[in-house]
């Protein structure tokens, strides 16, 4: 059995009175990617404020690779990379320089900021000031610095908001390449297309509390309701739609029907989405 | 402690402050404008009253009376004449002696003296004109004052080496370059908090006691630095400049404290500025007091700068040794262990 690179027990954390993250537990196994879903407000950052030493549990505790967080921040913010959503670069450093910075605060010797902006495409443009930059760029920069000291666990904060899908693309090809090193990640996001794509697991978070925690495949089979969607000419050259359920005994007969009877124009198969479990599952959508 | 996050926090902070266009500027400029006003400004203090005459029929009895007093006059053509020369300042004040005053006198008749002063004349100079004429008319009278006046004075005798101006200022131009320097460091800081910056650094092994270290090492390098350039450069380590250097790190340590406060309390630049601009003109009281003997009274003393600016000018303009000034230094490193804590309390709580 894989170990467990983050264990969160009873996690609670509370702004004045507004309980922002509710008694959490989980578990995340090394090597594994932890999509943690939930909508703005539903307490992912807070959650990873307090995974990552930034914010002091006010009930609970947070152990990552077998060190209690409150306790232990140092030494295990040795150990993360944290990509923040916003950008909080040095604009006026170049990505050389901003990659080196945080090298020498981590203690990496001999780094080679060159090769790290390799692996995110940015090697021709590492001697350029960070303002000159686009939004993608910079964000490809908080992955590779993200990198720097070769974390054992990479926490992400929407790492492909709003980028686009060359970026995005390069971004999840690298944490897919950090899963393959064995690398733990928890991935904070609202895309659910992109936390199917890429995660073992997923965590539905709403209001500071799990609504939800399976791998997608599980969540899918639960929750999810597998159909057949076509579209057939109707009488007068119209296109209807007709939907026909899997996984019931009328399922054949329906389909028998379908194509006997009608005149099938296109079809396909459908599997609920993370969103459709989402909203099933917690009431709200991700907006 | 991790000493090895210390340098590369330096190099950084030092990196955006010479990046920053504005703050670069502000350095360079104020270093060459600062030695500017200094050179410009008079080099030695011109201690001479001159006053102005007008004695139509008394002129040679008067004017050898004044010449064997040692006292510096002009003689003026017409009453009129001497009231401008008093309104244009070529003379200090003006003194019209009446037409046939000897005479008078003899005759037992009080004749009027007329003296005319500028409007900005000092209550002493009007004292002193009228003990001139008293001193005059008793002189005319043939009747001076048997007395014999011996000077003693106590202390060194400034005599003739009066302090100018430009030296009075050393210790406000210490006082205002430390608080600039100081007040582009605060705004990085505030700018590293809207940024988020800073909380990318906490992420990493990073603890809050180098970041705050390196911060001070940062303003204390920059501060002590531009102030010890400029005392360098308009002579104000030609005395005692260990004790002046001691007093220009201590400065640069309070300044510190105050930088971090102003960086608590302001959330971009222009705050931090308009704080700043606050926090210098309050601590720049002292080097005023300096430069304005009378001016400030000794609460003045609960201002921590008071320490710095009355180090530098005993040492600067007197040349005083440790001896007068170690007091001075020792509350003055006082004063920065608790600005400097409680400026590194007060930005924590903002950081957390």
């Keep these: 059995m894989a170990q467990q690179a983050i264990v969160a027990d009873n996690l609670m954390y509370r702004y004045g009175q507004l309980v922002a993250v509710d008694h959490i537990s989980f578990n995340v196994a090394e090597g594994e990617i932890l999509g943690f879903l939930g909508p703005n407000g539903a307490g992912k950052t807070t959650t990873v404020g307090m995974l990552t030493g930034q914010l002091r549990p006010k009930a609970g505790k947070a152990t990552l690779l077998g060190m209690d967080v409150a306790r232990q921040p140092e030494a295990v913010q040795a150990q993360i990379g944290v990509c923040f959503e916003i950008a909080n670069l040095y604009e006026q450093m170049t990505g050389i320089e901003n990659l080196k910075l945080f090298a020498q605060l981590f203690g990496v010797k001999n780094f080679d900021a060159q090769a790290l902006l390799q692996r995110v495409g940015l090697d021709s443009r590492g001697k350029d000031r960070v303002a000159g930059y686009s939004k993608g760029m910079k964000q490809r920069l908080m992955v590779a610095r993200a990198l720097v000291n070769q974390p054992r666990i990479l926490f992400l904060d929407e790492p492909t908001e709003g980028l686009d899908p060359v970026s995005a693309e390069a971004i999840r090809n690298l944490i897919l390449e950090e899963k393959r090193r064995g690398v733990t990640v928890f991935l904070t996001t609202h895309d659910m297309l992109e936390a199917d794509k890429l995660s073992d697991r997923v965590a539905f978070i709403n209001q500071g509390e799990i609504a939800a925690l399976d791998t997608p495949h599980n969540l899918k089979q639960r929750y999810g309701k597998r159909m057949v969607k076509a579209q057939v000419a109707a009488a007068d050259g119209q296109l209807e739609n007709r939907e026909i359920t899997l996984d019931t005994t009328e399922t054949a007969a329906a389909l028998q029907t379908l194509f006997s009877q009608e005149q099938v124009v296109t079809i396909h198969s459908e599997e609920a989405s993370l969103e459709d479990i989402f909203i099933q599952v917690t009431g709200r959508g991700l907006a | ?352």
Aim: proline letters at 5%; zero cysteines; glycine letters at 10%.
């Design chain 2, 1 to 352: 402690m991790k000493w090895h996050t210390i340098p590369p926090l330096v190099v950084k902070d030092l990196t955006l402050f010479f990046r920053n266009r504005f703050f670069a500027f502000i350095t360079i400029l104020g270093l060459a404008g600062y030695a500017g006003i200094y050179l410009a400004m008079p080099g030695r203090v011109d201690e001479l009253i001159e006053l102005g005459l007008y004695a139509p029929s008394t002129a040679a009895a008067v004017v050898k009376i004044l010449e064997d007093e040692g006292v510096s006059f002009q003689t003026a053509s017409s009453v009129e004449a001497l009231k401008q020369a008093v309104r244009d300042k070529h003379v200090a004040a003006g003194i019209s002696l009446p037409d046939g005053m000897i005479e008078q006198m003899a005759a037992g008749r009080k004749p009027t003296v007329e003296i005319f002063l500028a409007s900005d004349s000092l209550q002493d100079t009007r004292d002193a004109m009228v003990a001139i004429v008293e001193s005059l008319a008793l002189w005319l009278s043939g009747n001076p004052l048997n007395i014999t006046v011996n000077e003693a004075t106590l202390g060194p005798d400034m005599a003739g080496a009066q302090i100018p101006p430009r030296d009075r200022m050393l210790p406000l131009f210490a006082v205002v370059v430390l608080m600039m320097e100081t007040l582009g460091l605060a705004s990085l800081i505030a700018e590293e908090v809207q940024t988020g910056t800073l909380r990318g650094l906490l992420i990493t092994p990073l603890g809050v006691g180098e970041l705050f270290l390196a911060k001070g090492a940062t303003s204390l390098l920059m501060t002590f630095t531009q102030a010890a350039l400029l005392m360098l450069i308009i002579g104000g380590l030609k005395n005692q400049p260990l004790i002046i250097l001691t007093a220009l790190l201590l400065g640069g340590l309070m300044v510190t404290g105050v930088g971090f406060l102003l960086a608590s309390v302001g959330k971009d630049m222009l705050s931090v500025m308009g704080w700043g601009i606050l926090a210098i003109v309050l601590l720049g009281v002292p080097a005023f007091g300096v430069m304005f003997p009378g001016t400030v009274t000794g609460w003045a003393k609960i201002i921590p700068s008071h320490y710095l600016a009355d180090t530098i000018h005993q040492v600067a303009n007197f040349g005083a040794g440790w001896e007068p000034v170690w007091r001075n230094l020792l509350i003055l490193l006082g004063i920065d262990v608790v600005l400097f804590w409680l400026g590194a309390f007060v930005l924590r709580r903002k950081l957390s």
